[in-house]
C-alpha cells in the first residue's frame, strides 16, 4: 500500500509505477536522506513534537538502514516510487508505530530539496579536490618547463614564441576559475531548505536554525515557496560542469594536434592510449578524445534542466523531479574525466626539442624583429611593411629570418645591426616579454608562487 493511498480508490497501473518511480536513480541519496531524517528526528524531540523514546528508536532504526544500504542489503523495487519512500517503509517495518511519526511536520518536497543541497555541497567538495589535484600538476609541469620554448599559436598561425611552462599555466588559470565556480556553486547549495513543507511551511514549531546546525548549513531557506521549488544551485554547479568540460576538451583539442606526427610536440603514454585493429602502426589519443566528446554530453544535461525549469510555475512540480538524472550525469563525467586526464597528463612526455625547432621556423619571432626596428629609430607601421617584406623574401628563398645573411637584412633596412640575430633568438623574444602575465620565466615563475598561494585557499 502507498504511503499517500488513502483518498485512492484503485491502485496504480505497472506502467504508472514505473514511469513515476524516481527510485531507480536516487537510490543514491540514501546518506543524505537519513542524514536529514536524524536531524529532523532530533528536532521533534528537542521541541517536544515527537517523545524521547520514539527519536530514539527512530535513530536507531535509521542507523540500521544506513548500515544495510551501505552493505549493499536493501533492495529498490520501483512501486517504493523514491529512497524516501523506501527509507520510512523500512523504517515502519522495523520499528513499528515510532517510524510513522518521522515525516511529521515535513513533505517529500522539502525533503528531496534538502538531500540534493547536501549532495550537490558534498559533490562540489569532491570536484573542487580532483581540479585542485589538476592545478597542482599544471604548476609543477610549468616550473619543470620554465625555459622550454615552443611556439604560440593565434588562428592555429605561429604567432609568437612562447614558453611550455607559460602555456601550462594558462590552463592552469582556467582550472582556477573553475574551482571558483564551484566554490560559489557550494555556497549556493548551502542553505537548509527544511521547514518549507509541501510549499506553505508547517503549524508545528519546527527549530530550523537547529536543522541546519546539525547538518552543517550556514543558513536556513527564507521562503516557503523558492525552497521546495529552488533548483538554482543544480544549475550554478552544472553551469559550472560545462564550463569546466569545455576547458578540458580545449587542452585535450591542443593535445590531440600536439601528438600528431605533424607537430609531435607530445608523446602520449601507452597506458593512456589505444591502437587500431587494422593499422599496427597507430597510437589514437582515445583518453582526449572521448573527454572532448563527452563534453557534448555535459552540455546537454545543462540544456535539460534549464528546459525543464523554464515554465514550472510556483510551487512544486513533478517535472522537478528530472533534475536527478541530468545533475548525477553532469557531475559524475565531470569526475571520471578530470580523473582519468590528470593521470594522463602526468605521464605525457613534453618533446621540448621538437618544440624549440619548430619555433625557429615558423616567423614567431616576425614581432620581435618589427620591435627590433622601432628601437632602432623606425616608425612601427613602418616596421611592420619591413618585416611583412623580409618574411614574404624568406617564403621565396625557403629561409627563416634567423638564416638571412646581415647583407640581406640591410638590403631592407639599414637599421639592421650584428645585434639582430641576438634579439631574434627565441630565447631573447620570450625574456623580454617581461611584464607580469608575460611569458619570461621570471613573470611566469611569480605566476606559479601566485598560483600555489590561490591554491592554498581550498
Known amino acids: 500500500m502507498k504511503l499517500w493511498s ?7 497501473s505497472h506502467l504508472m509505477d514505473d514511469f513515476h518511480s524516481s527510485i531507480g536513480f536516487d537510490h543514491r541519496l540514501f546518506r543524505e536522506d537519513i542524514e536529514g531524517s536524524l536531524a529532523h528526528a532530533a528536532m521533534l524531540k528537542k521541541q517536544g513534537i515527537i517523545s524521547a523514546e520514539d527519536e530514539a528508536a527512530i535513530h536507531a532504526g535509521l542507523l540500521g538502514i544506513l548500515h544495510d544500504m551501505e552493505e549493499g542489503k536493501v533492495d529498490f523495487p520501483p512501486e517504493s516510487e523514491d529512497i524516501h519512500m ?32 547536501l549532495y550537490a555541497m558534498r559533490t562540489a567538495d569532491e570536484i573542487i579536490s580532483r581540479l585542485k589535484a589538476l592545478c597542482r600538476l599544471l604548476l609543477d609541469l610549468s616550473e619543470k618547463h620554465l625555459d622550454d620554448i615552443m611556439p604560440g599559436y593565434t588562428h592555429m598561425q605561429q604567432a609568437q614564441p612562447i614558453s611550455l611552462g607559460h602555456y601550462l599555466m594558462a590552463y592552469f588559470q582556467m582550472f582556477l576559475r573553475d574551482m571558483r565556480r564551484f566554490s560559489h556553486a557550494k555556497d549556493a547549495a548551502d542553505e537548509m531548505v527544511l521547514g518549507s513543507g509541501a510549499l506553505a511551511a508547517t503549524t508545528y514549531p519546527l527549530d530550523r536554525p537547529f536543522v541546519a546546525d546539525q547538518l552543517g548549513f550556514s543558513r536556513i531557506s527564507m521562503n516557503s515557496l523558492d525552497g521546495v521549488s529552488n533548483r538554482d544551485f543544480l544549475l550554478d554547479a552544472m553551469s559550472a560542469s560545462a564550463i569546466c568540460m569545455m576547458h578540458l576538451s580545449r587542452f585535450c583539442e591542443e593535445l590531440i594536434i600536439y601528438s600528431t606526427q605533424e607537430f609531435a610536440f607530445v608523446s602520449m603514454d601507452d597506458t593512456y592510449s589505444t591502437g587500431s585493429s587494422m593499422m599496427p602502426q597507430k597510437k589514437n589519443p582515445d583518453v582526449a578524445e572521448l573527454i572532448r566528446g563527452k563534453t557534448g554530453r555535459v552540455y546537454g544535461d545543462l540544456t535539460a534542466l534549464l528546459t525543464v525549469m523554464k515554465g514550472i510555475p510556483l510551487a512544486y512540480n513533478k517535472d522537478m523531479q528530472e533534475d536527478k538524472e541530468a545533475y548525477f550525469d553532469s557531475t559524475d563525467t565531470l569526475i571520471h574525466c578530470l580523473e582519468i586526464f590528470t593521470a594522463m597528463l602526468g605521464t605525457l612526455t613534453f618533446r621540448t626539442d621538437v618544440m624549440k625547432r619548430k619555433a625557429n621556423l615558423g616567423f614567431s619571432n616576425a614581432t620581435d624583429c618589427a620591435d627590433y626596428l622601432v628601437r632602432h629609430g623606425v616608425a612601427f607601421r613602418d616596421a611592420h611593411h619591413i618585416v611583412g617584406q623580409l618574411v614574404s623574401h624568406c617564403l621565396s628563398k625557403g629561409k627563416a629570418l634567423n638564416d638571412l645573411s646581415l647583407d640581406e637584412f640591410k638590403g631592407f633596412s639599414p637599421a639592421f645591426g650584428d645585434d639582430v640575430y641576438e634579439a631574434l633568438a627565441p630565447e631573447t623574444c620570450v625574456r623580454l616579454r617581461d611584464i607580469p602575465g608575460g611569458p619570461a620565466p621570471a613573470q611566469v615563475r611569480a605566476a606559479i608562487e601566485a598560483g600555489r598561494a590561490a591554491l592554498a585557499e581550498y
Do not use: Y
Open 86 to 117: 523506501r527509507v520510512e517503509e523500512l523504517l515502519t517495518e522495523r520499528i513499528g508505530e515510532p517510524g510513522k511519526r518521522l515525516h511529521t511536520g515535513r513533505s517529500r518536497n522539502d525533503q528531496v530539496a534538502l538531500d540534493m543541497h
Open 6 to 12: 488513502g483518498r485512492f480508490s484503485k491502485n496504480t
